[in-house]
Nanobody, 128 residues
Framework: QVQLVESGGGLVQAGGSLRLSCAAS????????MGWFRQAPGKEREFVAA???????????DSVKGRFTISRDNAKNTVYTVYLQMNSLKLEDTAVYYC??????????????????WGQGTQVTVSV
């Protein structure tokens, strides 16, 4: 059974930093791609960042390039971990952040419909 569990969200002032974590279990995620998405109230879920586990290649939304970094740690006790380091946070980064996983066939990483598994989300609130 696949489980994705996010943590690390919270309240931070604009210009501050947070690091989100996603603990993934139930599969050998070394053949997967992992993504971070976010959804603000009244808005569609949007792509933030993704990483191809085996190659380590990363992808970012234009709105977060240069501020956010996605990375991964290989399995420890069958749990794989993906991180999203978020720096220079802005008010518009406020959203629920979701971790997602898809088997990596190289078909694309920006569309949430390509992802098979999702976490429950973690709230990030950026204040003035």
């Amino acid at each position: 059974q696949v489980q994705l569990v996010e943590s690390g969200g919270g309240l931070v002032q604009a210009g501050g930093s947070l690091r989100l974590s996603c603990a993934a279990s139930g599969r050998t995620f070394s053949s997967y791609a992992m993504g971070w998405f976010r959804q603000a109230p009244g808005k569609e879920r949007e792509f933030v960042a993704a990483i191809r586990w085996s190659a380590g290649r990363t992808f970012y939304a234009d709105s977060v390039k240069g501020r956010f970094t996605i990375s991964r740690d290989n399995a420890k006790n069958t749990v794989y971990t993906v991180y999203l380091q978020m720096n220079s946070l802005k008010l518009e980064d406020t959203a629920v952040y979701y971790c997602a996983a898809q088997q990596d066939y190289g078909l694309g990483y920006f569309d949430p419909r390509r992802y098979d598994y999702w976490g429950q989300g973690t709230q990030v609130t950026v204040s003035v």
